[in-house]
Structure formats: structure tokens, C-alpha cells
């Protein structure tokens, strides 16, 4: 999958430093793993919930959410926005 907006995580890096091994790991996993549907992807990010097309994740380790904009068929996730707070 196709991870875009990356800017989104560099900002998120900068303002919260110690997220930026969590933050690389979720970039990691997602850019180089395909993910056929939420299905696959709920197996690989178990804190997950979704409105549509809209993915909040809980990023390991921290107290960060993480939205993306994920289409399956397109294989493309874009980062919205990374921001604290709990599912």
C-alpha cells in the first residue's frame, strides 16, 4: 500500500519526538504490506475504527491517533492528520 501525505507524520515526529520509532513502525508496516480490506488490515492493527473510508489508528506505544483516508482498491493510505487522544 501506497502511503501519502507523508508531511502529516514528519510534523508529528517533530512536535512529538518520542513517537518517532512508533511512527516509522506504522509507516513501515503499511507501505509495504498490501492489505485487501479492513478486514486484513484489523488483523495487522488491532485499535482500529472506522467511518467509511476513514481509519483512526492507536499508534503502538504512545497516546497518538493517527487518521488516514485508506482506498483498498487503489492500494493508497493518505495521512489526515496525527493528533493525542484515546479510541
Known amino acids: 500500500m501506497k502511503v501519502v501525505a507523508t508531511h502529516r507524520l514528519a510534523e508529528a515526529k ?28 484489523r488483523r495487522t492493527f488491532s485499535e482500529l475504527r472506522n467511518n467509511g473510508n476513514e481509519y483512526w489508528f492507536l499508534v503502538p506505544g504512545t497516546t497518538l491517533l493517527l487518521k488516514a483516508i485508506i482506498n483498498f482498491s487503489a492500494q493508497v493510505a493518505m495521512v489526515k492528520d496525527v493528533r493525542p487522544g484515546v479510541l
Open 14 to 41: 517533530e512536535k512529538f519526538p518520542a513517537s518517532k520509532t512508533a511512527l516509522d513502525g506504522w509507516y513501515r508496516i503499511m507501505n509495504f504490506t498490501d492489505f485487501p480490506s479492513d478486514i486484513a488490515l
